[in-house]
């Protein structure tokens, strides 16, 4: 089942923060966070594994609930290479990686 | 070390056709993991190979298939296309050392665009 992602979209002035939000129905054993610019390849920002292991990108952050298998993705200070499309992927029992639909961020001077 | 590369970038093709596409996978990776992409659905994922072994597939007719050579490049195949085939269709790969798509990091080609006329 496809996890739930919010908000959909979200525009931000340089140096703000953001959170983006990445909700599942069903046990998770890991969650990944990709970013998309429009014409590109998603680009791997962090993994959060059950247990408390986290790898990822040095300025950004996130969390992993584990019990209400939910997720957040933390941008602070923002910048404008922070815009583009923010995916999140929750990988559970069935060992596949479900994408969500992604939120839209942009980010203006 | 050089990214994942996918041939070809764009494609068009009409109703009834088939089309191969070719994934390579970061030297030394293992995992070839195929998405199809849609403004509507989002990422979608088709299916895993891993070790030539197909370990995974996602909920998509059988006329999506895949293979995955020795030395870990893959190809997948979409017969008789459909308009609603049109997406852009991604192959990530990991080094499979973590053991499952799942908890491996995942890194992305550019993709090649389909379309269906």
């Known amino acids: 089942q496809q996890p739930v992602q919010s908000p959909q979209a979200v525009i931000l002035r340089e140096g703000e923060d953001a959170v983006i939000n990445c909700s599942s129905s069903k046990a998770l054993y890991s969650v990944h966070w990709y970013r998309q610019k429009h014409g590109e390849a998603p680009v791997f920002l962090m993994i959060?594994?059950?247990?408390?292991e986290q790898k990822g990108h040095e300025k950004i952050s996130a969390s992993f609930n584990e019990k209400k298998q939910q997720s957040s993705l933390y941008l602070t200070a923002s910048q404008l290479s922070y815009s583009g499309t923010y995916f999140c992927g929750t990988g559970g029992a069935t060992n596949k990686l479900i994408f969500g639909t992604g939120t839209l961020l942009a980010v203006q001077p | 070390k050089a990214g994942v590369t996918q041939t070809p970038r764009y494609l068009i093709k009409t109703r009834g056709q088939q089309v191969t596409l070719s994934c390579s996978p970061i030297s030394g990776h293992r995992s070839v993991s195929w998405y199809q992409q849609t403004p509507g659905q989002g990422l979608q994922f088709l299916f895993e190979?891993?070790?030539?072994?197909?370990?995974n597939k996602g909920n998509f007719p059988g006329r999506f298939s895949g293979r995955q050579f020795s030395n870990s490049r893959s190809e997948m195949n979409v017969s008789t296309l459909e308009l609603g085939d049109s997406a852009l269709y991604l192959c990530?790969?990991?080094?499979?050392?973590?053991?499952?798509?799942?908890?491996?990091?995942?890194?992305f080609g550019p993709g090649t665009r389909l379309t269906v006329l």
């Open positions: 990530a790969s990991s080094s499979g050392r973590g053991g499952l798509p799942s908890t491996d990091t995942q890194y």
């Open positions: 190979y891993f070790s030539e072994t197909q370990r």
């Open positions: 959060l594994l059950k247990g408390g």
